[in-house]
T-cell receptor
Framework: DAGITQSPRHKVTETGTPVTLRCHQT?????MYWYRQDPGHGLRLIHY???????DKGEVSDGYSVSRSKTEDFLLTLESATSSQTSVYFC?????????????FGQGTRLTVV | DAKTTQPTSMDCAEGRAANLPCNHS???????VYWYRQIHSQGPQYIIH???NNETNEMASLIITEDRKSSTLILPHATLRDTAVYYC?????????????FGQGTTLQVKP
């Protein structure tokens, strides 16, 4: 299995508080992604990174920010958590975007905003 | 990135072949067809990918039509453990972003 770890795995937080989720990889892969998954919506891309300090928005980036100061860590921050951000969050990594590459996903973080 | 269209759900008898279709009529020449699956609440798992030619690995086969507007994922002998949501995704191989845009996928139910 690819070395990708999400932390925490479960979190309950209150509305209005900031929350940071961490994705850590040991594969030295260039690309990292954050997705959220909600019933009836499948996986939706929040933000992604194509290198250290190189990030861009995905489909549902409002209310989220990211940072990647080193290859192995990609942080997702909910600046002021809302109940609509209750979801399961998945991190993914990939090495290249061409033939013979695949993305590896973490086990997910279940976030509940009360 | 090309949009893909898949049936919402399918059933398959255990031990039989499962054929999952995907339509990607607007796919460009640089876009690969990737398949992932997600079992229950786990993270998605890579299955197979291809550009033009048919591909086979230990998990599945991928048949891409000559005009590349559609493809079929084949699980040759489905087991109960293959029950999952299967995603077909078009990925731009020339892009420097590598982003994967998931659709709704097909929920495959393998029945005994």
């Amino acid at each position: 299995d690819a070395g990708i770890t999400q932390s925490p795995r479960h979190k309950v937080t209150e509305t209005g508080t900031p929350v940071t989720l961490r994705c850590h990889q040991t594969e030295n892969h260039r690309y990292m992604y954050w997705y959220r998954q909600d019933p009836g919506h499948g996986l939706r891309l929040i933000h992604y990174s194509y290198g250290v300090k190189d990030t861009d928005k995905g489909e549902v980036s409002d209310g989220y920010s990211v940072s990647r100061s080193k290859t192995e860590d990609f942080l997702l921050t909910l600046e002021s958590a809302t109940s609509s951000q209750t979801s399961v969050y998945f991190c993914a990594i990939s090495e290249r975007v061409d033939i013979n590459t695949e993305a590896f996903f973490g086990q997910g973080t279940r976030l509940t905003v009360v | 990135d090309a949009k893909t269209t898949q049936p919402t759900s399918m059933d398959c008898a255990e031990g039989r072949a499962a054929n999952l279709p995907c339509n990607h009529s607007t796919i460009s020449g640089n876009e690969y067809v990737y398949w992932y699956r997600q079992i229950h609440s786990q993270g998605p798992q890579y299955i197979i990918h291809g550009l033009k030619n048919n591909e086979t690995n230990e998990m599945a086969s991928l048949i891409i039509t000559e005009d590349r507007k559609s493809s079929t994922l084949i699980l040759p002998h489905a087991t109960l453990r293959d029950t999952a949501v299967y995603y077909c995704i078009a990925v731009d191989g020339s892009s420097n972003t590598g982003k994967l845009i998931f659709g709704q996928g097909t929920t495959l139910q393998v029945k005994p």
